[in-house]
């Protein structure tokens, strides 16, 4: 079965610092990985995702996400947070089967201090 | 162009009552995906839609759950005779056409209570 990992609940980080939130997948065949963004009672916004070619994903924000199949991971990361940036982050995998439906990691809160 | 469009974006029930969640997917696109997300919890699949079919339900609790896409109008989730488990955020996500280049777009959720 498919599945995706986020082992951090949440995960803190000064403002100006470099961040990055991990995720995890277990998938057979090749991965199709999603990195979504939820902000309080809002709706999930897409960041970026891996289909394939360049390891490293650029998206929106400037966030960016680097695929490595030997560790089986996709972390999301921005070289400088800002306090706009708290928020949940969700990394998702694309089921393999016929329906496109994704599956998603529990989630990491991230907090930026100022 | 408009966005995936949810409503009513809160709505209370009491137990038994019935629950109707609508979901007017973007322009263009013809693949509907409900999505339930407890709270604390990730969002959790229940139905993938395409005009007029089910095209997989897997995820849809086997009873007073039932989903629809008509060739007309929205897709509409329908909890029959609501429990107090059932109070989630239910979110609606579309999509141009299936295949693996093509991003989900969510919705705003709408967000359930049951009393």
């Known amino acids: 079965a498919q599945s995706v990992a986020q082992p951090e609940d949440q995960v803190n980080v000064a403002e100006g610092n470099p961040l990055t939130v991990k995720c995890t997948y277990s998938v057979s065949g090749n991965p199709y990985l999603f990195w979504y963004v939820q902000y309080p009672n809002r709706g999930l916004q897409f960041l970026l995702k891996y289909i394939t070619g360049d390891n490293l994903v650029k998206g929106s924000y400037g966030f960016e996400a680097e695929f490595n199949k030997s560790q089986t991971s996709f972390h999301l990361k921005k070289p400088s947070a800002l306090v706009s940036d708290s928020a949940l982050y969700f990394c998702a995998v694309r089921d393999s089967g016929n329906t496109d439906k994704l599956i998603f990691g529990t989630g990491t809160r991230l907090q930026v201090f100022p | 162009n408009a966005g995936v469009m949810q409503n009513p974006r809160h709505l209370v029930r009491r137990r038994g009552q019935e629950a109707r969640l609508r979901c007017s997917p973007m322009k263009g696109h013809s693949h509907v995906y409900w999505y339930r997300q407890l709270p604390e919890e990730g969002l959790k699949f229940m139905v993938y839609?395409?005009?007029?079919?089910?095209?997989?339900e897997s995820g849809m609790p086997k009873e007073r759950f039932s989903a629809e896409f008509p060739k007309e109008g929205p897709s509409i989730l329908r909890i029959q005779q609501v429990v107090r488990g059932d109070s989630a955020a239910y979110f609606c996500a579309s999509s141009p056409a299936s295949g693996d280049s093509y991003e989900q777009y969510f919705g705003p959720g709408t967000r359930l209570t049951v009393t």
């Open positions: 839609l395409q005009k007029e079919n089910i095209i997989d």
